[in-house]
Each structure stands twice: as C-alpha cells, then as structure tokens.
C-alpha cells in the first residue's frame, strides 16, 4: 500500500501545535484524534488533541494553560483540546471509543499498572480500537528486564541485550591559547577558526573549546554541535587574552572530556606558540596515554614573536596527529576547515548505522520507498502471529523494528527505535518523514462503521424498546450507564435493516448505546475479503426520565428545557442566524416629568433674556 502525503498546511499545524506543547508544556503523551487523525479535516475542522500530563491544577486551568502557549501558533485555527493526568485516564474500554488509536510515545511499560492495560485489551479486543508503542521511556534497562502488564498486549519481546546504539561518530576538544601573546588580531583569528570548525561538524558530533594560561578553562563544554552553535559566537566574544603560558594542565582536561566522550574518533585541536612551562617527563608520559587512548591532537602554531615549531611539532607526531604552520593569520580558519575534513575522513563509512528494509510479506508500504538509515533501535522478537513490516538486519539476525498483530477486533503494532532527534535523525530530515507515520498510524487504527446509524426509542410500552436503523451486519449492542454499568441487550431483526430491543428494569436517565457491527476488510481493492473485524459506533438514548443532578458532564442537552427558557422570554430556540439579534418588540417606558421639566425651565429663562435685552439693567 502506498502512503499518502497529508495537505502540507494542515500538517505543519499539527507540527507546530505539538512541538510548541513538547517545549513549553512538557506532557507525558499527546495523541491526534479526529478529523485530522482520519486525514480527511474540512475547513472548518478543530484540531483534536488528547494531553496527558501529570499536574495538581484543575480540569479548566490546564485548559486555559494549553491555549494560551497554543494560541500563537494557532494563526486562528480551531483548537479543541482534552487535558488529562495519568490517573484520570478511561479504566474501561468503552470510555475510549472517542478515540481511534492510542499511541504510546517513549511510555514507560511499568508505567501503566494493570487495570489500564485491561481496558487497553478491552478498547482494542472487543471495540476494534489501535494501539501503536512508539519507542520505549524509562531506564531503558530495567523496563526490558522486568516483566509489565503490558507485555502481554504488544507483538514483540524485547531482547535482554536491549538498545542497539551507534557510538558517537567524533569528539574535537579545540584548546585555545589566550596568554598575552595571542593579544589582538591572533585571538580574532582563533575565534573565527573555532566557529569555522564548529560548521565542518554533523549535529550529532561532539565539540567543546577551553581556552587556557597557566590553566584551563571551560569557554563551550563538550556536547552536540547542534547544541553549540546557537552560543558558540556568544561565549567566544567574552574571550580575552591575558596571563602566561602552560600547556600540559589543558591537555590533560581535553583528555578526561575526550576519554568520557565513547567517540570513534577522539581529537584535540591546539592553537598556540608551543612556549610553555618545561615538564618533559610530564610530557612523555601524556602522550604515551593518549596513544594508548587513540587520542590524536593536530597543533597549529600561532604567537606574537616566534613559534616553537620542534614542541608543536612533537606533540602532533606523537599521536599521529598534524602540526600546520600558518603563513598569515587568515590561514587559520583554513586550516581549521582542513585538519577536522582529515579528522572526519577516518570514520569508517558504515559506522554505528543501522538499515531498515522491508520484511518478508510487508504490505503497508510501496517497495519502492529508500528508507533513512537509523542510529540506535530495542532489539526484539516477533511473537508468533505478529507479522514484521520492517526489519533490521545484522549478519544472521532479523529484528523487527515495525510490527503488528491481530488482537481481537483491533489491532496493536511497535516501532522499536524512537522517532526522535537520538536514534532518527536521518529520519526528521526525510522528506517522507510525516506521510510515513500518517500511514503507520492509519493502518493502527480503528475501523469506522457506517455512520447512517438511526437510534430511537419507545417508551409508550410497559418495557422501553431501543430501535435501531442502519446497513450492519450481525449487529449487537449495550448500554451503559453513568455509573459505568453494562447491560447487554437481546437485538431482534425486525426488517432488513432494522433492530429492536427491549430494555430490562434499571434506573431513569441517560445511557451510551454501544452498537457493533461485523465488518469484512480486503487487503487490496477487488480482492476477496482476507479477514472479517467488528467496528463501533454510540449513541446517547434516554430511558425512562432522566434525573438531573446540579451538574452531569457528558450529557446531550435537554432540549424541552431550552424550548421553555426561548419562548418565555421571548428567544429563539436553535436558529443560529437570529440567536445574537435582539427582539424588536414595541415597549411602553414611564419617564418621571422632572427629568424635562428642568431643562425646559432654564431654556425659557435664557430665552427671556436675549429678548429683554438691556431693558433688564
């Protein structure tokens, strides 16, 4: 099956909405339900989000919370949020038929306790409804370890070797000369080799810069590139130069943050005039642990009067590394540009990447598609009757990285790596990226039963009939009450699309009519059905009269009531068009006569005067 791009402006709606929230909000888990997660929104569609967070604060403040961060994003758009914390969260499978899937976005298993993970079985095995995990949260070692309650309900065992991670490609620690022979222009041109060498690096490369005296110290700590390069120019500008000159305690500390980096590759990068403190046993000794280490260090020379080219010279032999020596001072971030391209060229080319391929018998995505390369993923194994979509392979091993399975009437599904800036970076840059799990999230999700489904019922009888109306097939249903109670109910055929049932003795009110209808889903237009689903839809009926306490959420209106308030006070009851105009009713108001008879008075006393004229001298 082909995947389809989503319209790119609604799309990116969705993506500003959701990274706004991840930054500034911090939710446990956001999940997209519906218009949007059926792909068919209409102009005048909300945008429907579930937000699980953990927070102390009310149900309308978290509301009120999420649309003001939301709201510049919004550009006027529709917004309809849900605002839950963990423990309020549906503990029955019926209460999650508002939604067509559940994603599990880096959840900790251990998180969800036992009754969840029931009604998840419910939601999913009796109701039709998805649920795609998407990576794995926690301390990732111990939620493959120990058994959850949700284990149960996902299509692979996680292996006990657990992540696949790619090793940090390369870590570049650039140490800085600012004694005071690099004053003026020589300290500029460091600056600028140290933004040149910055931009040579991928995002997730490490990089740091110490600048040093007699000691070391910290101007950018070692850590992404990506991370750098907003504060790189920033911190470099508050470098002065000032003091001596001792080398070894610098490239001691570059040693340490090299040696805790994990990298393929580790490299110093020196910029000074090689006139230091003599220690040459200190010396020898350094350059013996960074051969030992296969830490490399390339020395540029660079000073005021003269550069001691047999040190610097030494330094980089020692640890097959390069010194360079500088003609003129816009050499140097040349040279900078070509020590890290020399640095970079001794990865290996493959290494700590990992391909996806598609499975043997995958069918959800064209063959065609040329999948980016991932750099970590949870090793694991299918369950038998799970079917793999994509598959990492390792010499002999296949490890599903996307796979699904039938659970009932609906079906679960797990992507093992993390759709995330750690693992699938390559991905987030992958033009595909969104039509990708577009299509992912629709084949997880629940399948819509026909909505031209007519419910009524009749209370004229001494037992209250339900009636339904539709093109369903075996179809069977159940109320359930404010209380959370099931109560089947025996369907008679009446016609051939018309059902009825009789309503046993219970409590006057308002109750969910849960209707199910067997369905029958090809695998490719024009082929045979390959398997036959249940699909859901509700109802709201009233059986008996319902009682209305002071406030019940999640009942229709009642009308009649709305009628009398229209017609009493002289509305409108349901005309959209006419609600915001006001009545134009003839009105008869008694004005007391002192509020004219004053006003009256001083005109006639004025007009006195100007008649009188000077006669009233």
Not at 16 to 36: A, D, E, H, N, T
Not at 156 to 165: I, L, M, R, S
Not at 289 to 299: A, G, M, N, R
Not at 378 to 389: D, V
Request: hydrophobic residues 40%.
């Amino acid at each position: 099956m082909k995947s389809k791009r989503p319209k790119n402006g609604r799309s990116q709606l969705v993506n500003r909405v959701v990274k706004r929230l991840r930054q500034s909000y911090r939710p446990i888990q956001i999940i997209l339900f519906g218009s949007y997660a059926h792909g068919h929104p209409g102009p005048d569609s909300d945008l429907d989000l579930l937000i699980v967070k953990q927070t102390p604060k009310s149900f309308y403040q978290r509301l009120f919370d999420v649309r003001r961060l939301v709201s510049p994003v919004l550009g006027g758009h529709p917004f309809d949020p849900i605002v839950m914390t963990p423990a309020e969260l549906p503990l029955a499978g019926s209460r999650l038929l508002d939604y067509d899937a559940v994603v599990l976005y880096h959840v900790p298993k251990s998180s969800i306790e036992a009754s969840k993970v029931e009604a998840l079985k419910d939601y999913v095995g009796q109701f039709g409804g998805g649920v795609l995990m998407v990576g794995l949260g926690g301390q990732l070692d111990q939620e493959i370890a120990q058994d959850a309650p949700l284990d149960a309900l996902l299509p692979v065992h996680f292996d006990p070797k657990g992540a696949q991670e790619a090793k940090r490609r390369v870590c570049i620690v650039l140490l800085v000369d600012r004694s005071t022979s690099m004053i003026g222009p020589r300290i500029a041109a460091a600056k600028r080799g140290a933004v040149e060498l910055v931009k040579q690096l991928a995002p997730e490369d490490l990089v740091g810069v110490l600048a040093f005296d007699t000691m070391p110290y910290v101007v950018v700590e070692v850590q992404r590139a990506s991370q750098v390069t907003a504060t790189l120019i920033e911190k470099l500008v508050r470098l002065r130069s000032t003091g001596g000159t001792d080398i070894l305690p610098a490239l001691k500390a570059a040693q340490v943050r090299l040696q805790q980096s994990g990298a393929t590759v580790k490299h110093m990068v020196l910029l000074s005039d090689g006139v230091t403190e003599p220690d040459p046993k200190g010396y020898q000794q350094l350059m013996g642990e960074l051969t030992q280490q296969k830490i490399t260090i390339s020395t540029i020379g660079i000073g005021a009067a003269f550069v001691d080219t047999e040190f610097m010279g030494w330094l980089a032999r020692s640890t097959d590394g390069t010194f360079y020596q500088m003609r003129s001072l816009d050499e140097l971030p040349q040279l900078m540009i070509r020590d890290t391209q020399h640095t970079l060229g001794q990865l290996p080319f493959s290494e700590g990447y990992f391909q996806p391929v598609l499975a043997e018998g995958a069918a959800w995505f064209d063959r065609t598609v040329a999948w980016p390369v991932l750099k970590g993923y949870l090793t694991a194994t299918a369950k038998s009757g799970a079917t793999a979509e994509l598959e990492i392979r390792q010499a002999e091993e296949h490890s599903p990285l996307l796979s699904h399975w039938e659970w009932g009437a609906g079906r679960v599904a797990v992507f093992t790596s993390d759709a995330d800036t750690r693992w699938s970076s390559e991905w987030i840059r992958w033009p595909s990226f969104e039509s990708v799990w577009a299509q992912i999230v629709r084949e997880v999700m629940r399948r819509r039963p026909a909505e031209d489904v007519f419910v009524w019922t009749q209370q004229d009888q001494a037992t209250p009939q339900v009636i339904i109306a539709g093109e369903l097939q075996q179809p069977f249903a159940e109320l359930i009450g404010a209380d959370g109670q099931v109560m089947p109910l025996g369907l008679v055929q009446q016609g051939p699309f018309r059902w009825q049932a009789a309503v046993s003795a219970g409590e006057s009110g308002w109750y969910e009519l849960v209707i199910g209808s067997h369905v029958s889903t090809p695998t490719q237009p024009g082929q045979e059905p390959s398997r036959a689903s249940t699909a859901f839809t509700r109802r709201w009926v009233q059986i008996g009269q319902a009682q209305r306490g002071p406030e019940q959420p999640g009942l229709p209106p009642d009308e009649a009531i709305l009628r009398r308030v229209a017609q009493t006070t002289g509305g409108v009851f349901d005309v959209p068009d006419r609600a915001f105009v006001p009545p134009t009713v003839d009105v008869t108001v008694i004005v007391p006569r002192f509020r004219w008879v004053l006003p009256l008075v001083i005109l006639l006393v004025l007009a006195d005067i100007a008649l009188r004229g000077r006669t009233m001298l």
